[in-house]
Structure formats: structure tokens, C-alpha cells
């Protein structure tokens, strides 16, 4: 895995925390809203702290499709659960936020369990299963299937790969 690629899951991580921090912060200032009442929902997005978490959040969900696009799902979400360990870090310390030593016993098996995966490949492939075509690769002609094969004797076409008559 190149730089790249670890940016991408650095930013991942570092846009769903911050994302969520700034709209935990928001939401405490706003106090209790309700989807019953529309004009709530909306003054609660206008708080600065709610919009930048809300628009961190969109760059989380960008840089996550970006992750999704090279790599399996199975990969990329545990990486995306060490944003726990920054949000509970940022949630204990900014946020003020009390964290019991239960869920930092969590967060400690999540980290010890990103790092059994982080060690596998990124990618599974299928010897079975051509990859999928990116951008930067040219497209390869398929294989003559048995309505184009070509007569042995002449190597003219034949209908369903037959014998020309």
C-alpha cells in the first residue's frame, strides 16, 4: 500500500471523528430538537459547529467511497474504527466527556483487532474473476467465444462455433 492509500485512510479516520466532535458540540448548545418540529431541525444546522461537522462529515463519506473504490469493505471499516479511539481521545479530553475504563477496554480489542487485519492484503482476488477495469488500464479484447470461433481449417468465422459449410 502506498502513501496515497494511507492518506486516504488517515483521512478517513481523522474527518468521521472531527466530524462527529464538532456535531456533538453543536447539538449541546442547541439543546433537544425534534423532527416534529422542522424549523428546530433547521436552526440546528445553521449552529457553525453542526454545519462544519456536517460538512466534515461529507468529506468523511468522499475520502470513505475513495477507500471503498481500491480496496474491500473488509478492510476499509475496520480501519475507519480508529476514529473511535480518536473520537473517545477527543471526546474525553475537548468534549469533557466522562469515558468509563469499560468502553476504553473496548477501545483498546478494536485497536488490537485493526491490527490483525491491517496485516492482510487489501484486496481479495479471485484467479477466477478478471479485475475490474480502472482508469489507467487499457481495456483487453476478450476471448473468442464459441459464436465467433474460427473454423480450423480456413480460420474464417462459424455461426456458434461450428464447422463452415
Do not use: C
Not at 10 to 36: E, Y
Not at 55 to 82: E, G, K, N
Not at 106 to 133: D, N, R, S, Y
Amino acid at each position: 500500500m502506498n502513501f496515497r492509500k494511507y492518506l486516504v485512510l488517515a483521512g478517513v479516520t481523522v474527518f468521521a471523528a472531527a466530524g462527529d466532535s464538532m456535531l456533538s458540540h453543536g447539538m449541546k448548545q442547541i439543546g433537544s430538537i425534534s423532527l416534529n418540529h422542522l424549523q428546530g431541525v433547521i436552526l440546528a444546522v445553521l449552529n457553525p459547529w453542526v454545519a462544519i461537522g456536517i460538512l466534515l462529515l461529507l468529506a468523511f463519506f468522499a475520502t470513505y467511497m475513495t477507500a471503498l473504490s481500491w480496496a474491500d469493505l473488509t478492510y476499509v471499516l475496520p480501519a475507519t474504527s480508529l476514529g473511535y479511539v480518536l473520537l473517545a481521545l477527543v471526546a474525553r479530553f475537548l468534549l469533557h466527556e466522562h469515558v468509563s475504563p469499560l468502553r476504553w477496554l473496548g477501545i483498546v480489542l478494536i485497536t488490537g483487532g485493526v491490527g490483525f487485519i491491517a496485516g492482510g492484503p487489501e484486496l481479495t482476488t479471485h484467479p477466477h474473476v478478471e479485475p475490474a477495469e480502472t482508469a489507467h488500464e487499457p481495456r483487453v479484447a476478450a476471448a473468442p467465444t464459441p459464436l465467433l470461433a474460427k473454423d480450423a481449417r480456413n480460420g474464417a468465422p462459424t455461426a456458434a462455433g461450428g464447422v463452415e459449410r
